[in-house]
């Protein structure tokens, strides 16, 4: 999970996958039966806790559960860029700020936050803050830096430059 220098929660921009993926993923939706949906918990979070979940926990591809990321992001997580949830699949501020063209954003609440990563929380532990953060450095490279070659010491302070 990545903070900016205040704290606040900044979400991974995620890959936005084809226009056919979306059309897959919402042909296999029409053919389940009602809620005609597939289970976030489940297949975005790994595990779902509703003893008999209304939702479908069918296979799906790897790329079909990137487009269940991306329209989970579109909800606003009731704690907003304060949630520390290291599971959390909500969105936690506007995607679309400082260029926000909708009149009405649920996120409203949320825009004007740095988006800028420069600290990762791993395992309740905040990381030291970045010195030079480079925006352009790739989240994956960010953890296996952090993290290298020991991942089983995933609570230490780490610093990427």
Known sequence: MFLNSVGQRIDQPLVKPSADVYKRLDDRCQRLPWPHKFCNMHHIKGVCTHGNCQYSHTLLERDEVLV???RARQMVCKFGSACTYRLCFLGHHCSHDPNCHYRICRFANFHGIDRRMTHVLLDGAVSRFLSNPCPFLSVFKMLETCLGSNRS?????????
């Not at 010491?153 to 430059?161: E, F, I, K, N």
């Open 68 to 70: 269940l990321a991306i």
């Open 153 to 161: 010491q995933s609570m230490h302070l780490c610093s990427l430059h």
